[in-house]
């Protein structure tokens, strides 16, 4: 068993199948020794987990595990294009985007549930630049979505 496969176990995390891509896209793509995966959205098991606004319709505790099932399924992304969370050597950066009522202003808590969950999982490693941004709506009506880049040896 591999170091991160190890520590995910110690976790209770199992990776999801990667996500389909509900358009024209592929989940992950390398360029040099980095990452990108394209935004993730909380499905589970090839179904949306929640739907909405966070601050009306998603609490922001709700919207923050939602994160985390984002940065899991972009995890996925990662291993989908090269093959081992142990070749993982930095998480570089997480973008966030929040679907958010006008006045809810809470997004860097919402998308700490991906950067918690990367922090436990990686590390050191898994500290990482990050931005949370709050937007109108995103694909699906999902609440969050989240991205990845990621360096590897």
Known sequence: ????????????????????????????V???????????????????????KVGVDVTPDEAKALAR???LNALAAVVSVIGSLDRVTRVVKVVGF???????TGQPGVINGASEV?????GEIGV????????????LDSPVEVELMVEFA
């Open 1 to 28: 068993m591999s170091t991160i496969d190890r520590r995910l176990a110690e976790l209770d995390i199992t990776l999801p199948v990667v996500v389909k891509p509900v358009a024209t896209y592929v989940p992950a």
């Open 30 to 52: 390398v360029s040099g020794n980095t990452v990108y995966t394209s935004g993730q959205l909380p499905m589970v098991e090839g179904a949306l987990a929640r739907t909405g």
């Open 69 to 71: 099932t984002c940065a």
């Open 98 to 104: 929040v679907a958010s009522d006008p006045v809810f």
């Open 118 to 122: 990367l922090g436990d999982i990686f």
């Open 128 to 139: 990482h630049a990050r931005s949370a941004v709050g937007v109108a709506v995103l694909p």
